[in-house]
T-cell receptor
Framework: AQSVTQPDIHITVSEGASLELRCNYS??????LFWYVQSPGQGLQLLLK??????LVQGIKGFEAEFKRSQSSFNLRKPSVHWSDAAEYFC???????????FGPGTRLSVLP | DTEVTQTPKHLVMGMTNKKSLKCEQH?????MYWYKQKAKKPPELMFV???????INESVPSRFSPECPNSSLLNLHLHALQPEDSALYLC??????????????FGQGTRLTVV
């Protein structure tokens, strides 16, 4: 069965600092991988996705993620964090159309001024 | 248009009430989902509809009753809920065909409080 882990429950960074959020997955084939962001009390917004091809994918709001098959990882990065990036970040695996998306436990990002 | 619209945004209901949550999308997606999310937790899948037919029910209690009247609408009927059912209920949709893009688009959710 597929699973997703996000080792960091909570990360605090200073505004302007770089960011990396970790995601590891377990799946038998190459999965569809996603990063979502959720502000308090809001729905989930898709930041970026990976299906195939270039392993470095660009998303919205200046985020990027790199798929590393050998490490079963899909880490999210941003070179310079803004205060508005403070939110909950979920990594997710979607193995097939219409099947359930499996979410990681989430990483809460706090940003210091 | 990549929007999934959920109504109402907030709902307070008593344990003997009957209410419904509504979800609408006009992206032509043929897979629609209900998720339940408790505070500080990831979304938990409840139901999946594929081409208007229920394809996944994650052992959800019968006090939650989903309905998909057409390809654009998804309802969740609520009856005799318990206080522990208080949560954020999220609707999502995605494509249902090979060659399409399978990411899920989420609504803003309904914040449900059972009193």
């Amino acid at each position: 069965a597929q699973s997703v882990t996000q080792p960091d429950i909570h990360i605090t960074v200073s505004e302007g600092a770089s960011l990396e959020l970790r995601c590891n997955y377990s799946y038998g084939a190459t999965p569809y991988l996603f990063w979502y962001v959720q502000s308090p009390g809001q729905g989930l917004q898709l930041l970026l996705k990976y299906f195939s091809g270039d392993t470095l994918v660009q998303g919205i709001k200046g985020f990027e993620a790199e798929f590393k098959r050998s490490q079963s990882s899909f880490n999210l990065r941003k070179p310079s964090v803004h205060w508005s990036d403070a939110a909950e970040y979920f990594c997710a695996v979607g193995p097939n159309y219409g099947q359930n998306f499996v979410f990681g436990p989430g990483t809460r990002l706090s940003v210091l001024p | 248009d990549t929007e999934v619209t959920q109504t109402p945004k907030h709902l307070v209901m008593g344990m003997t009430n009957k209410k419904s949550l509504k979800c609408e999308q006009h992206m032509g997606h043929r897979a629609m989902y209900w998720y339940k999310q408790k505070a500080k937790k990831p979304p938990e899948l409840m139901f999946v509809y594929s081409y208007e037919k229920l394809s996944i029910n994650e052992s959800v209690p019968s006090r939650f009753s989903p309905e998909c009247p057409n390809s654009s609408l998804l309802n969740l009927h609520l009856h005799a809920l318990q206080p522990e059912d208080s949560a954020l209920y999220l609707c999502a949709s995605s494509q249902q065909r090979t060659g399409g893009s399978p990411e899920a688009f989420f609504g803003q959710g309904t914040r449900l409080t059972v009193v």
